[in-house]
């Protein structure tokens, strides 16, 4: 099998690191709101879900610079730069407000980020690779997110439940995760005809170019995503059951474990097969998880869904970044990418959203079972999705230098 470039395996250990660092913080958050700042459950579930559209809106305006500018790097390092920043603020929290202007700050640093990011791995990638590469780069990320809540647990014993000590860790990682960027990624020589040519790319008219298909995977992932609310809720969910307050982190080991177990071989499934088949799958495995939780009434029930959630995010999460760097025009790559993950932060606003009320008005078991049948329709939406040839390719050299 063809090697992946040098640059795919620095991207994703910059998102190796940063995730050790934000699932660190994001596995005892909604534990830290609830019982040391006081929140309620409906105010976590907007706090997470405003703070996850903010990155998902600035990925937008991030994504069509990136376009605009041809330089997708520095766009990156300001965004990892802005996150690595924050991390500091979340353990001097003394109100839920400060928490609130953390995670805000923190999320536009993603939005920063995302976009360029995204488009940057499918500049440097042969688009018989894509597949593979957003694959790697998940995993890598995955097994970020899997290491940090483990140190969460390792950290909440030698600190004995001292939530606000464990938070100072995550410093670390963020910042081993800047100076991978800044020495070991280096974007590819585009062709002279790839070069700006005048103010008018830098303009929302030109989403008209992008193709049917590109807005039919967009509305797909729209319909998933709103059965897909933010991993908060497992937390919670958790904590409902009995879990041990020490433990909770636990929940996010063994979703970002499984995540990042299949994230890879997944995405190189993806580039041997048909999408359709690999995205039922991913919603199949959803629509399982969602029951399971729904009917959990002890952490074991809690941990299967829980692994079954970070399944279906190891099929489905690379594959939608496939589909938008082979439907996007190379031009309007960092555009697509950009539309692409607001469009899916206001879904995932609204998931949290009406995650939270369901959770406070009529309980737990509710809000998975509305997940359970936001899924069903987008599989009925997958039937609508037809796969198609990707657009043409950035020609790309052997190596990310």
Avoid: C
Wanted: positive net charge; charged residues 15%; proline residues 5%.
């Amino acid at each position: 099998m063809q090697k992946l470039p040098v640059g795919i395996w620095a991207l994703g250990f910059v998102s190796l690191f940063m995730d050790i660092s934000s699932e660190l913080i994001h596995s005892l958050l909604p534990i830290f709101m609830m019982t040391t700042l006081g929140a309620s459950v409906i105010a976590i579930g907007f706090i997470e879900g405003i703070a996850e559209a903010t990155a998902s809106i600035t990925k937008v305006f991030s994504g069509i610079i990136s376009d605009y500018i041809r330089k997708r790097k520095v766009l990156a390092i300001v965004g990892y730069g802005l996150a690595a920043i924050t991390k500091p603020l979340f353990p001097l929290a003394t109100t839920i407000s400060w928490v609130f202007s953390a995670r805000f700050i923190d999320r536009i640093g993603k939005g920063i980020r995302g976009a360029p990011r995204d488009a940057l791995v499918a500049d440097i990638t042969p688009p018989n690779q894509r597949g593979a590469a957003y694959g790697l780069r998940q995993a890598l990320d995955s097994a970020g997110a899997f290491i940090g809540p483990l140190l969460a647990v390792i950290f909440m014993v030698i600190f004995v439940n001292d939530i606000r000590s464990v938070l100072w860790i995550a410093v670390i990682p963020a910042f081993m995760a800047m100076g991978v960027l800044i020495f070991g990624v280096h974007e590819p020589d585009r062709p002279q005809t790839l070069n700006r040519t005048g103010k008018s790319f830098f303009s929302f008219r030109n989403t008209r170019r992008l193709p049917r298909r590109y807005w039919l995977i967009l509305g797909l992932n729209s319909i998933f995503t709103l059965a897909r609310f933010s991993e908060a809720f497992l937390i919670l969910r958790a904590q409902s059951v009995g879990l041990a307050v020490g433990f909770v982190p636990a929940i996010m080991i063994i979703m970002n474990a499984v995540y990042a177990l299949t994230a890879y071989p997944a995405g190189i499934l993806t580039d041997r097969m048909r999408p359709r088949t690999m995205l039922a799958a991913g919603l199949g495995v959803l629509i399982a998880a969602d029951i399971i939780l729904a009917s959990a009434d002890n952490p074991l029930h809690v941990f299967i869904g829980t692994a079954l959630w970070g399944l279906h995010m190891g099929l489905t999460q690379g594959l939608f970044s496939k589909l938008v760097a082979d439907h996007a025009p190379v031009r309007l790559r960092g555009t697509a990418f950009g539309i692409f993950n607001l469009v899916t932060g206001i879904a995932l606003l609204t998931a949290s959203a009406i995650a939270g009320l369901l959770w406070s008005v009529v309980g737990a078991q509710v809000t998975f079972i509305a997940g359970a049948a936001f899924t069903v329709l987008a599989l009925i939406g997958l039937i609508f999705v037809k796969s198609g040839k990707p657009s043409n390719p950035l020609p790309v050299q052997a190596h990310s230098r």
